[in-house]
């Protein structure tokens, strides 16, 4: 059974930073591209980055390049997400994403796999 299991969210003030964790289990982690989406209520999930295989490729949505990080360990099977100078528009639930040969992906639609999400408020 495959699992994705995000952790280290919270509330945090303007500027601040925040590690996001994902965990993945039950599948072949290298065969995966990963990717991280939020989503506030009443809006459609969006693209915040993603990482090929290989972290040959990585992308981000414009609003958090520069201040978000993506990376992975396939030895340990985890991607994480280093949130830096976060602002009050980031506030969202975050999520993890696991994309069978994928070459890291925006759009949501060739994810095979999702984790519950991690929520992540930034106060003003």
């Known amino acids: 059974q495959v699992q994705l299991v995000e952790s280290g969210g919270g509330l945090v003030q303007t500027g601040g930073s925040l590690k996001l964790s994902c965990a993945a289990s039950g599948l072949t982690f290298r065969n995966y591209a990963m990717g991280w989406f939020r989503q506030t209520p009443g809006k459609e999930r969006e693209f915040v980055a993603a990482i090929s295989w290989d972290s040959g490729r990585i992308i981000y949505t414009a609003t958090v390049k520069g201040r978000f990080t993506i990376s992975r360990d396939n030895a340990k099977n985890t991607v994480a997400l280093q949130m830096n100078s976060l602002k009050p528009d980031d506030t969202a639930v975050y999520y993890c994403?696991?994309?069978?040969?994928?070459?890291?992906?925006?759009?949501?639609?060739?994810?095979?796999?999702w984790g519950q999400g991690t929520q992540v408020t930034v106060s003003s």
């Open positions: 994403a696991a994309d069978f040969l994928g070459g890291g992906n925006s759009d949501s639609a060739p994810y095979d796999y």
